[in-house]
């Protein structure tokens, strides 16, 4: 809103105060935006927020964007809500802050799961509706994940584990990036970009189908963590590759998400996903049985790997 009163008055050629600057860098979504970016290593400064909002570019989108938050402002979202229900734990809910943002980066993520829940969407008016319910529910997801998973008997185990085993387990973890879209596409039977613009979907079908070379790189990614191979510096670089548009914590994570609840219901694929040790040695058993009766044949995860996480 800070944004658009800018944008409108820039339309009229009207002066743009101090105070209206202020509006924007003091309210609850900036600060929160900035502390995010920061926290993420990156570059977010004050004046060049600044250029960006008085840019033609935006000057020239402020219409449809203003439209769009009307829209998106009113929105009831218990059908994105229930989505994210259906593939977390019985009693799981989801509470959380909800910001419509104008910025550079034109991504939506969450922020402070465990402490303060946070999702940022960026407005864009290019998306559907269908599109938008879809992004909320994958967002939803995340926060509940967060706030459900691991239980406190699995946290407490999990305590008690190795420096390396724990990190590669947090790693694992990024995994949830592919659940969430199963969970927001409303089951294994639907495409995940179902809604989405042709391009997308190609893409996603794309890299889905190099599913068994991407595993077996985040497999020497995870046991190169164990055997205490990398950096921390070269683990965050390398495990954050993986994130890329949708890249393998997404594809690899879908994939096997759908094997175990087609092959053992939802409820075990639940379980899994609250306790990361079982993540990969079901997949495994999922895959076995997958690969005694079709000619598409999935990669295996090692015992090294495999059993290194248990």
């Not at 996903?273 to 997949?283: A, G, M, S, V």
Request: neutral net charge; proline residues 4%.
């Amino acid at each position: 809103e800070a944004v658009l009163a800018i944008l409108a008055k820039r339309k009229l050629n009207e002066p743009i105060t101090d105070d209206d600057w202020q509006r924007v860098f003091q309210s609850e979504g900036y600060t929160r935006l900035k502390q995010r970016e920061v926290s993420m290593q990156r570059s977010f400064e004050d004046a060049d927020f600044k250029t960006f909002v008085l840019s033609d570019a935006l000057a020239e989108r402020a219409p449809a964007i203003k439209q769009t938050f009307e829209k998106w402002k009113s929105a009831d979202i218990t059908r994105a809500a229930r989505l994210a229900l259906d593939y977390l734990p019985a009693g799981a809910h989801i509470q959380a802050k909800i910001y419509p943002v104008i910025k550079p980066r034109d991504n939506s993520f969450v922020f402070d799961t465990k402490k303060d829940p946070a999702i940022f969407l960026y407005l864009d008016p290019n998306k559907s509706w269908d599109q938008f319910e879809n992004m909320v529910a994958h967002e939803l997801h995340h926060i509940g994940y967060a706030g459900s998973c691991p239980t406190r008997q699995v946290g407490e185990e999990m305590d008690n584990l190795s420096p390396a085993v724990k990190k590669a387990l947090t790693w694992t973890s990024a995994f949830g990036e592919g659940f969430a879209m199963l969970a927001a596409a409303g089951g294994p039977d639907v495409h995940p970009h179902a809604v989405s613009k042709l391009e997308d979907r190609a893409r996603w079908d794309k890299d889905v189908a190099n599913f068994n070379d991407d595993l077996k790189k985040v497999e020497k990614f995870l046991l190169d963590v164990l055997e205490n191979k990398l950096t921390d510096e070269q683990i965050q670089q390398t495990g954050f590759s993986f994130f890329g548009v949708q890249g393998p914590w997404y594809t690899v994570g879908w994939k096997m998400s759908v094997l175990i609840e087609k092959t053992f219901g939802r409820a075990k694929l639940i379980e899994c996903f609250c306790d990361q040790r079982k993540l990969l040695p079901t997949y495994n058993q999922a895959a076995e049985k997958h690969n005694r009766n079709s000619r598409e044949k999935l990669a295996l995860w090692s015992n090294s790997v495999a059993n290194g996480l248990r």
